[in-house]
């Protein structure tokens, strides 16, 4: 077991421009999360997916944001135009559907660094 | 709407001190769930403990132990005999009804924990 893998770990970009990351989960874990956070903050949750759907969206997740889980296995975060707000760190989990033992705890990423310039 | 509250939002405590976090947690469900996690520099969320809303046994792993109290809402976590490597930021969190669109975490604003030598 790997646990999730999120590239790339820091990314720098300027103001306007348009960025993608991506997230690897762990291995059969059908529920994936994106979340968002912020400098001496906690994550705050943006959306998730249970295998390919994408069913849940938080209104954090503007219309500049798109995820996507094609196939279901890694996920992508696009960010297009770019504002010097979107800096924070962007972690993504992954989980077992099911209330029982091991299931429906969230494992995460180390996060991916966004630095807007 | 859920809402977890973490008070202290930092502690210093030197090594072999015991030091307990508190947490404080709101929500309309019934069934929840209740989470720490622990967040080191390198930035990745590690799972320590999950607590269904129905049982409030208080638990012990090793130095940790958390106490969950439904009349009071919390669900404090308390590291025996502190060491430096427990330095980090700690997360309380909450997720609703498990097969819900609820099941996301909502997060408390941590606390930073640092044990001096």
């Not at chain 1, 720098?12 to 912020?38: A, M």
């Not at chain 1, 938080?58 to 135009?81: N, V």
């Not at chain 1, 995460?108 to 966004?114: D, E, K, S, V, Y």
């Not at chain 2, 208080?58 to 060491?83: D, H, L, M, P, V």
Request: glycine residues 8%; hydrophobic residues 30%; charged residues 20%.
């Amino acid at each position: 077991d790997t646990g999730v893998s999120q590239n790339p770990r820091h990314k720098i970009t300027k103001r306007g421009q348009n960025v993608t990351f991506r997230c690897d989960p762990i291995s059969e874990h059908n529920r994936l999360y994106w979340y968002r956070q912020t400098l001496g903050q906690g994550p705050e949750f943006l959306t998730y997916f249970q295998n390919e759907a994408q069913l849940e969206k938080s209104r954090l997740l503007s219309d500049r944001f798109s995820a996507e889980r094609p196939k279901g296995s890694f996920s992508t975060l696009e960010i297009q135009r770019t504002e010097q707000g979107d800096s924070a760190m962007y972690l993504c989990a992954s989980s077992l559907a099911g209330g029982v033992s091991q299931k429906n705890i969230q494992y995460f990423g180390a996060g991916t660094r966004l630095s807007v310039l | 709407a859920q809402k977890v509250t973490q008070a202290q939002t930092e502690i210093s405590v030197v090594e072999k001190e015991d030091v307990t976090l508190d947490c404080v947690y709101e929500t309309r469900d019934t069934t929840y769930y209740l989470f720490w996690y622990k967040q080191p520099p390198s930035g990745e969320l590690v799972f320590l403990i999950r607590r269904n809303s129905f049982d409030e046994q208080n638990e012990i792993s090793g130095r940790y132990s958390w106490n969950f109290q439904k009349s009071t809402s919390s669900f404090n976590f308390t590291i025996t005999a502190s060491q430096v490597v427990d330095s980090a930021v700690y997360f309380c969190a909450l997720s609703g009804e498990v097969n819900n669109a609820g099941n996301m975490l909502t997060f408390g604003g941590g606390t930073r924990l640092m044990v001096k030598p």
